[in-house]
């Protein structure tokens, strides 16, 4: 259950940097809402990326970041998460390939470092969706207030795909680019080893303490995801999207399990599809108390 201490190499990483460096992507939309505050909306999806074409070989080319879309209302300040610095991913890089068990088989690619800025900021090339004034059908919910004020959306960052909300039409547009090349099928959550380390490198340096690690006697979810938001130098706690995805993990699987205790008592729900309950919902509203 001890993830080790933070090296300083891997200290301080921006989003987009510890993007380039992770080997698994977990797809959430994260949203910087005015006044700094941090909300996020729909489930997290984690995904390998393709082994074949990125994962064997790191950092990332930046065109190839798959979850990540900016989504922008006319603001021009440059978000310091898109900040990138080439030596910096190489040092992370190094020291993962040194302690790391789900790194020791990656090479550093070279070619993909060269095309790094030395300091350079990210944000201008990464796939964009821009906010217009009568870009009206976006739902209040997409950024996670119930303002009625329209500044709220102004340097909104999205970090996953696809768009949430209500999308308007030229949102759905968006929704037919050709998206870099990943697993298709989501990571088990259950049952992958070493999944939430993958995902967020800088804080499991060493490849400890993952949530489906073999212990003696077993850690639940809820306890897992409690250990690592008290460890002793927050930086789970401090993280800007780990804690969604802690949160997220552990709703999605108790929905799960309490669907499942559902259908056992009662089993006359176990063949329905889920247009099948709308319908039912729609024709009896009192089945819902059940």
């Known amino acids: 259950m001890d993830p080790g201490e933070q090296p300083p190499e891997l200290k301080g990483l921006t989003f987009i940097e510890e993007q380039l460096i992770a080997r698994i992507s977990p797809v959430l939309s994260v949203f910087k809402l005015k006044g700094h505050q941090f909300g996020y909306t ?36 440059k978000p310091v998460e898109f900040q990138i610095r080439a030596e910096k991913v190489r040092t992370a890089l190094q020291f993962l390939i040194n302690n790391n068990p789900h790194h020791f088989d990656v090479e550093i690619n070279e070619e993909n470092l060269k095309l790094l800025p030395e300091d350079g900021n990210y944000y201008d ?42 999308p308007t039409e030229s949102a759905q547009l968006q929704t037919v680019l050709e998206w870099p090349p990943r697993e298709k099928a989501p990571v088990n959550g259950f049952t992958m080893l070493g999944y939430v380390c993958m995902a967020f490198p800088c804080l499991f340096p060493y490849g400890k303490a993952d949530l489906n690690s073999p212990r003696e006697k077993p850690v639940s979810a809820l306890n897992y995801f409690k250990h690592l938001m008290r460890f002793h130098d927050d930086r789970f706690a401090q993280h800007p999207r780990f804690r969604y995805f802690a949160l997220n993990s552990l709703m999605r699987w108790s929905a799960l399990k309490d669907g499942n205790v559902f259908i056992q008592n009662h089993p006359e729900y176990k063949d329905m599809t889920a247009a099948d309950l709308k319908e039912l919902v729609q024709n009896d509203p009192n089945v819902l108390k059940k």
């Open 125 to 166: 090339k990464v796939r964009s969706y821009d906010l217009q004034e009568d870009d009206e059908n976006l739902d209040d919910s997409t950024c996670g207030s119930d303002s009625e004020d329209e500044e709220n959306y102004a340097s909104v960052i999205e970090s996953g795909v696809p768009m949430v909300g209500k």
């Open 42 to 77: 729909g489930n997290v999806i984690n995904f390998s990326q393709d082994i074949k074409q990125l994962a064997k070989k790191l950092p990332h080319r930046l065109e190839d970041l798959s979850s990540v879309i900016t989504v922008r209302a006319g603001s021009e300040i």
